[in-house]
């Protein structure tokens, strides 16, 4: 196993730009033996350090099974502005995989319900792409439902590979504003607003949610109030991170370290300090 809390290089293969803010970058690790060690979780995340930046904790964005390992990163500061500004072939640092990713040992027999906001898509993505492999061979009998919500169209990420998805899953999109100049025939409004638009078989149903964390409260909310067991209900949280193992205490939510007992959490463990207002 390599030593996590060393940096090792790996070289960007190439770029792809999602929206105007936001990249995935697809990197290679470039140690033979690292690469041969290195294995993920859908949801665990790398540190990536740009050289004489600085680090940032980046959420897988491929699944195990793809051949490329992705991110998906918007610009926010320093270390992603630099991020932006690589192209293919220059050489980054990584550390990684850390936390705990979504329990897929948890699936079995029940429907999956994927909820998304925004950039929160991008450690569902990997979710999504190993279901679209594992069901594809399994054939399973569950639902697999996606509800994504964007601010507008223009920031729909991974547009072009929704129509895949739904070779699997029953999509549901919305943007809060539709841009006229997008001609936008489909939903507007929060991504709660999508409950109405899917029966639920909430006892049967376990669901992975990540977004802002004003969009993850209400739509713990509206899963509760359609009697979707709180210990099936799945989320994954963002907090300032440094070491990515449980030592600095940069991620302190209550007693949980997220970089370590995250970034997914069982809404059961975290109820008490999500802030969700009394149902
Ligand atoms: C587990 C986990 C997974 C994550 N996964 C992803 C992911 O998949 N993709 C992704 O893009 N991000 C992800 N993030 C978030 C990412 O780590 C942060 O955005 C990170 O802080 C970016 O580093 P930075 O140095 O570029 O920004 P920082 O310098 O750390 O800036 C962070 C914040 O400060 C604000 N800020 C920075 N500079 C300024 C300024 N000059 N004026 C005003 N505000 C400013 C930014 O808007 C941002 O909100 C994840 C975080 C965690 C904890």
Known sequence: MHDKSIPFEAAIKWIKKETRDTATYALKVKSRDIQK???????????LYVPGIGE???????????QDLMHTVRVAGDVTTALSHLKAGD???????????WPFEETGG???????GGLGIAPLRSVVRHILR?????????RRMLFYGAKTPKDIIFRNEFPRYREVFE???????????????????????????????SLRTIAFVC?????????VRELILRGVP????????????NCGVGLCGHCFFGPKFVCRDGPVFRFSEIEGLMGIKEL
């Open 211 to 219: 977004g802002p964390e004003v969009m993850m409260q209400t739509s």
């Open 110 to 116: 029940l429907d999956i319900l994927i909820v998304a």
């Open 230 to 241: 709180e210990e099936r209900i799945f989320l994954s949280l963002e907090r300032n991170m």
């Open 56 to 66: 940032a904790p980046v959420s897988i964005s491929s699944a195990p099974s793809d």
């Open 171 to 201: 999509v549901l999109l919305t943007v809060d504003r539709a841009d006229p100049e997008e001609r936008w025939r489909g939903e507007t409004g929060l991504v709660t607003k999508l409950f109405d638009r899917a029966a639920l078989d």
């Open 134 to 142: 594992t069901k594809k061979m399994a054939g399973a009998h569950s």
């Open 37 to 47: 060690g290195y294995r993920f979780i859908p949801g665990q995340f790398n540190m």
């Open 91 to 101: 050489v980054i640092g990584m550390r990684g995989p850390f936390g705990r990713g």
